[in-house]
């Protein structure tokens, strides 16, 4: 059922789908076909990267420019491991490079090396902060915290504790949407009432160290010393809710958010394990960064329409 976008799903799971933001910051200014586009993406435990977004990426630059050339790498986590990516992309001769980053500060070099060479950068969907990237292309990812914090809230008042106490294990602290999907949720938490017992920001997206996080803080807290858990995503989700059963609890008592509607997240909202997850559709946010990368390769100007909104530092860019 579909319903003021949110889709209600099985077991009192839920499903919120958004739509895609662009923002677009300048324009690129060579020309030919033949070209060379670079896509750096962070890592590949979280199912999306592989799965969706390098194929949806793909997929859009082949059907828009059939002899562009792409150059694919994953950073399995590793900044530094990225940086050497982005380099190699450059020495490869990379007309334009659409980075996922690792670490949204150190990849600031990332796009300082690129503009030295006449490279534009498209940030995609972490935004690298501090750096004069060409267009940023995301959803808007304060409002992904949003949903799962208010859908946090309708879960505790199903199992009757309106405002909780709930654990909290956030992304990773070097990504930039992991703020955002952290003040979104807070935000909405606070709103509600709701008491946040314990808080983690959890390195590298890593389900095992959300697993520890919750261990340690059913030990600290007792197995009802919480009524919820804000998760950021559907691999922490996992590893709260594998902490949860082996303290004994049942988690379909205690209400637990996620994020990219993976096939295990959806799994567990259909067993009643996994209370909620936001779905961003890929194929929009890829395609959007492809459109963007094969002007800019071909040295066409971005269509307006790809971009509506106005960036801090006063340049395009938009929402779709
Ligand atoms: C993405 C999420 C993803 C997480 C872990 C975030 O930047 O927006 O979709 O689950 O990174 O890779």
Redesign the pocket.
Known sequence: MLRNGVKLWGAGGILVALTMLAVGCGGGNDNGGGKTIALLL??NH?P?YEAADRPDFEAKVKELCSDCKILYSNATQDAAKQQNQADAALTQGADVMVVDAVDAGSAGSIVTKAKAQDVPVVSY??LITNSDVDYYVSYDNARVGKLQGDTLIKGLKLVGHPTGPVVMTA?DPA?N?AKLFKSGANAALKAGGVKIAKSYDTPG?NADKAQNEMQQAITALGNNGFYGVLAA?DDLAGGDIAAMKSAGIKPSTRPTTG??ATVAGLQRILTGEQYMTVY?AAKPEAGAAAEIAVDLAKGDSVPSDLTNQRSTTGRRTSRR
């Open positions: 962070p890592e979280t999306r969907d972490r992304g990504d949407n997206w995503n994020q990219d961003k």
